[in-house]
Every structure is written in C-alpha cells, then in structure tokens.
C-alpha cells in the first residue's frame, strides 16, 4: 500500500512540476495571461450582429425553418455571429412603419420582405432612398399568384363547370349582392348569403391586388388602370357595393386564411388569397375532414415577395453585410426546395415545381385544383394607381 501510495504522489509531483514548465516556457515566449499553452489567445465571446428581417405573414411556416437552418450553418460576419430576429407584418404596414420610422417595442429592420415589388416602390415614393440599389437591389425570394379559394361544395354548386373566362367579375358581383343567397345559386338556403372576405387593402398586399382585380373587373379589361378608372364614380360605387358584403377585413393574409379554415363556412363561403396560403390550409382542412377548393381567377396578379435591405441611418454596415448572407442563403436550391414544400413557386430557377413526391403540395393537392402551370397575368398598376385605390378604400371603410 506504502509503495502505490509513494507511486501516486511522483506522479502527481511530475504532472505538477510539467505544467509549472509550460506555464513558465509560455510567459518567456511573450504569450498573455489567459492565453492557450499553443499561444493562442483564448477571446471573449463576440457580440452577435443581429439582424431584424420584417417579412409578410404568409412566408412565416418557410421562413422560419429556413432561419433555423442558416443558424444551423453558424454563419458570421467578421468573426462576430449572425442572429436573424423575425418580424410578421402586412406587407403594407412594412410600408407605413418603415416610411414613419415606427419601430414599436421592437428593434428597427436592416432587411424587409413584404409580398410585392409594390411596396417597395411605394416605400421609395414615400420615403426616398432607404432601399439599397444596384447589386443590393431588392431581389424575388418565391412567386406565388392571387387564387380564389372556396369550401368545395360552394364551388361545386356556384361553378359547376370551373370559373367564367369572360364575365366573372360581374356575375361574381350580382351573386354576392342577391338576396335570395345560395337557394338562388345552385346551393342549400341553409347555407343563406353568399358570403366572400379578403384582407384589408390597407395593411395587406393581397387586399390591394383584390381592390385592383374589382377595379379591372368593374372596367372590363386586365391591363392599363388609370387614375383617371380609380376616380369613376360608377365604378367605385361598384366597388363599394360589393365590398359592403364583407364580413370583416383581416391584417394579415396568413391569419385570415387561418380563421377561415378555423370558422369553416359559417363566416366565408370563399376569400381571394395566395395560392402558397391556400395550399398551406388546404391541407389542414382535409385533416379536419372537409374540403377546400383551389381557383385561378380569369386574370391574377403575381406577388415576387423581394428580399430588400435598407440603407437608413438606423442600420449598420455589418447588418447589411449579414442581410446580404441571408439573402444568398435563402436563394440557394436547397432552401427554396424547401420554398416550394411551403407552397411557393421558387425563384431560383434550377428547382423545378413539379418535382418530388408527397412533400410538394403541387404535386399532393391536385385534388384540390392546383395547377402548375399559371393562367393568364392583369397588368400590376402602377404604384400612384394602387396608392389611390387604398386611398379611396381607407376614406369609405376605414381599414
């Protein structure tokens, strides 16, 4: 016992006495307190470059897995680690909180993803330069179109042979404007008016392109919206009529399309809103054992949801840096195949939309009337056209 015990304390004299050596061999070689015996400094940990990205609701389920694996890739920006905080507004109240510089609670964007070129253009006619240019301009993140979605069996009774190519727009009108509801229209009495939602044209994108189809509609024609049809008075009492039928007009596009599946058709018969949404809730309706029905207006209006960074004088030059490696990132074929699991039409052209299996809702929800290929486009109004749309909505409804 005396032996092993003499044995153990040698040999922790001899590892004692060989750090001691180390330790002194690494001050006499100039290395610094705190430092690794190889003489590398052992750092403090660096403060994250943080990176406040405001994105309309609809990209939520796909942006947010797509932010989980860019922090999975432990990306930096000077040694220093980039953390993505995500914000989900309207996409036009990107525009108004961005152009007033009202930040809430929260902190201020470096980058914004609103569902439309359009916002960004009204940002810049409201706010000037605040989005960066050149090889920083604004670029698509998906593609996806403005659909018509309706519980089927409305569909079925409303449009027994799929939806009008001539003439929708007016007879759409006059079915929500009559009385006599569904009993009238091929459907059960017990089902009572017909009854039609989207969101509010002046936080939603998808409410604007509404507001721009009805303008179309009403005028009879998908291309050429002037101020001078905005200002029609037949027109917007058109507009207005039918607009009065709405129940209710919702924020965000996201949400509503939720609440629809959630209230089933005692609320909405049917609602425009993305086909990425549609696909999105479609899915979880047949969970619920009922059935929602794709349609691809006459004409739609496409929304390339951009990715922009912003040049304010709130945001630093290493936030854009880390808004440019999200950007990239999110462009990449990996994450837009997951775009495209989302029910997005991708940009990144090296991902075809009919590929895979049973994770590409275009593929799994033909039943549900989805199509690959896209119908016919509207001309998207200018921004000036579009502004005074909302504008005339905002006075008569008030949000």
């Avoid at 050149?134 to 698509?140: C, K």
């Avoid at 207005?240 to 609440?259: C, N």
């Avoid at 691809?296 to 949801?305: E, F, G, I, Q, V």
Wanted: net charge neutral; glycine share 10%.
């Amino acid at each position: 016992m005396r032996l092993m015990m003499l044995r153990l304390s040698r040999m922790i004299g001899t590892a004692f006495l060989l750090v001691a050596v180390l330790v002194t061999a690494a001050r006499l070689l100039g290395a610094p307190l705190g430092s690794g015996l190889a003489g590398v400094p052992i750092e403090p940990k660096r403060e994250p470059v943080v990176l406040t990205l405001w994105y309309s609701t609809e990209k939520e389920q796909w942006l947010q897995a797509a932010i989980a694996q860019f922090a999975a890739t432990a990306p930096t920006v000077d040694g220093r680690p980039i953390q993505v905080n995500l914000v989900g507004l309207g996409s036009n109240e990107i525009v108004e909180r961005v152009a007033a510089q009202s930040w809430g609670a929260g902190a201020a964007p470096a980058a914004i993803s609103p569902a439309s070129q359009t916002q960004i253009d009204l940002l810049r006619a409201r706010a000037g330069d605040v989005v960066l240019g050149g090889a920083d301009a604004p670029q698509p993140l998906v593609v996806t179109p403005l659909v018509l979605v309706a519980w089927a069996d409305r569909a079925s009774a409303l449009w027994p042979s799929g939806l009008p190519r001539q003439g929708f727009w007016q007879g759409f009108h006059d079915a929500l404007l009559d009385d006599k509801g569904w009993k009238a229209h091929g459907g059960k009495e017990a089902w009572g008016l017909i009854k039609f939602g989207h969101t509010s044209p002046a936080s939603s994108n998808s409410g604007m392109q509404t507001l721009a189809l009805l303008s179309y509609g009403c005028h009879g024609k998908v291309s050429g919206l002037t101020l001078a049809d905005v200002q029609d008075a037949e027109c917007q009492a058109w507009v207005s009529d039918l607009e009065r039928t709405v129940p209710d007009f919702a924020e965000s596009t996201g949400a509503f399309m939720t609440d629809m599946v959630r209230f089933g058709p005692g609320k909405y018969d049917m609602a425009t809103v993305y086909e990425n949404v549609a696909l999105e809730q479609s899915a979880v309706a047949k969970g619920r054992g009922s059935s929602l029905k794709i349609l691809y207006l006459p004409a739609t209006l496409l929304s390339d949801h951009p990715f922009a960074i912003l040049s304010g004088a709130w945001v630093a030059p290493e936030q854009q840096q880390a808004a440019r490696a999200l950007r990239s990132y999110l462009l990449s074929e990996l994450v837009q195949q997951l775009a495209l699991r989302s029910g997005f039409r991708p940009s990144n052209s090296s991902v075809s939309i009919g590929q895979g299996g049973a994770d590409n809702p275009f593929v799994s929800a033909k039943d549900s009337g989805v199509q690959i290929d896209l119908g016919p486009q509207a001309e998207l109004p200018k921004a000036e056209v579009l502004q005074a749309l909302v504008d005339a909505w905002t006075r008569q409804f008030g949000r």
